[in-house]
C-alpha cells in the first residue's frame, strides 16, 4: 500500500508560478512510476506528466509541455510538478498517482495508476 499526499496548491495570477509536492509512503519508492493528473471543473480528469521510477524518463501533455516540469527525489519519497507560466485554463484539482513499475516507460492513463493522492487545488486568476 502506497499513500500519496500533495501539497503546494494555491491561488496565483496568470503568468505566476506554482511547484506541487507528493510524498509517498513506502520503502520502494524508485519501482515506482509517478504521474501528475488534473481535474477541471465539468471535466474529465486528464493527463499532466509522468516521471519514471529512476527519474529519467519523463512525458507531458501537449497542453503543459514547456511550462511545467515533473521532478523527482526518490532519497525522499517526494516527487514535484513546477507549473510554470499558469494559465486560467490550468485552474483544476490536481493529483498525484502512482504505479508499481519496473521501467523507463511513461503511462498516460489514469485507470492505469494504482494509488492515487486526494488532490491539491490550483487556481489561476486572469
Known amino acids: 500500500q502506497v499513500q500519496l499526499v500533495e501539497s503546494g496548491g494555491g491561488l496565483v495570477q496568470a503568468g505566476g508560478s506554482l511547484r506541487l509536492s507528493c510524498a509517498a509512503s513506502?520503502?520502494?519508492?524508485?519501482?515506482?512510476?509517478m504521474g501528475w493528473f488534473r481535474r477541471a471543473p465539468g471535466k474529465e480528469r486528464e493527463f499532466v506528466a509522468a516521471?519514471?521510477?529512476?527519474?529519467?524518463?519523463?512525458g507531458y501533455a501537449d497542453s503543459v509541455k514547456g511550462r511545467f516540469t515533473v521532478s523527482r527525489d526518490n532519497a525522499k519519497n517526494t516527487i514535484y510538478l513546477h507549473l510554470n507560466s499558469l494559465k486560467p485554463e490550468d485552474t483544476a484539482v490536481y493529483y498525484c498517482?502512482?504505479?508499481?513499475?519496473?521501467?523507463?516507460?511513461?503511462?498516460?492513463?489514469?485507470?492505469?495508476?494504482?494509488?492515487w493522492g486526494q488532490g491539491t487545488q490550483v487556481t489561476v486568476s486572469s
Open positions: 498517482a502512482a504505479k508499481m513499475y519496473v521501467g523507463e516507460a511513461v503511462i498516460r492513463i489514469d485507470r492505469a495508476y494504482d494509488y
Open positions: 513506502g520503502r520502494t519508492f524508485r519501482s515506482y512510476l
Open positions: 516521471i519514471s521510477g529512476s527519474g529519467g524518463n519523463t
